[in-house]
Every structure is written in C-alpha cells, then in structure tokens.
C-alpha cells in the first residue's frame, strides 16, 4: 500500500510559477512509476505528467516546454515544477503512482496508475 500527499498548490497569476509535491509512504518508491493529473471544473481527469522507474519522462503536449516532472527516490517524492502557467492549467492536480514502474502490458504513460492522492487545487488568475 502506497499513500501519497500532494502539497504546493496555491494561487499564482499568468506567467508564474509554482512547484508541487507527492511525498509517498513505503520503502519501495524507486520501482514506481509516478504520475501527475489533474482535473479542471466540469472536465475530465487528464494526464499531465509521468516519470517511470527508469527516470524516463513524459508529458503531455498542453505542458511540454513549461512543466517539469522529477523525482527523488531518497526523500521518496517526486515534484512537478511548473512554469509559465495559465489561465487554463487552473485545476486541481493529483499525484499517482504505478508499482509495475511504467510501461507494464504495454501500458501508455497515462495508464496503469494503482495509488492517487487527494489533490492540491492550482489557480492561475488571469
């Protein structure tokens, strides 16, 4: 059993930045893989970001370019670094976390994800 909690969410207005955290419980958070959501009012969940055991990175193209996923496997915690954010990156973003560590049965990067957080809510002002 994984818990993740995210924090860093907060209120920023166009072209700021913000950084966001997932501290994970357990002793084997290097085999995850590690992802990042989010969900705007009224709108489906949609995949951010994703980080798989190996360091290996993706992202989705609304993000690419202005959003950075890493992890330490040391503190057990993997971060989203997002810069030049929008109106539209308004949403709350959860943390999910993979034990296959990414790719298992030929899962896509948005796919496969077995722990979620509770959420940290994200405001860009306009």
């Known amino acids: 059993q994984v818990q993740l909690v995210e924090s860093g969410g907060g209120l920023v207005q166009a072209g700021g930045s913000l950084r966001l955290s997932c501290a994970a419980s357990?002793?084997?958070?290097?085999?995850?893989?590690m992802g990042w959501f989010r969900q705007a009012p009224g709108k489906e969940r949609e995949f951010v970001a994703a980080?798989?055991?190996?360091?290996?990175?993706f992202y989705a193209d609304s993000v690419k370019g202005r959003f950075t996923i890493s992890r330490d496997n040391a503190k057990n915690a993997v971060y989203l670094q997002m810069n030049s954010l929008k109106p539209e990156d308004t949403a709350v973003y959860y943390c999910?976390?993979?034990?296959?560590?990414?790719?298992?049965?030929?899962?896509?990067?948005?796919?496969?994800?077995?722990?979620w957080g509770q959420g940290t809510q994200v405001t860009v002002s306009s």
């Open positions: 999910a976390a993979d034990h296959s560590g990414g790719g298992a049965y030929g899962l896509g990067p948005s796919l496969g994800y077995d722990y």
């Open positions: 980080i798989w055991r190996g360091g290996t990175t």
């Open positions: 357990g002793r084997t958070f290097s085999r995850y893989a």
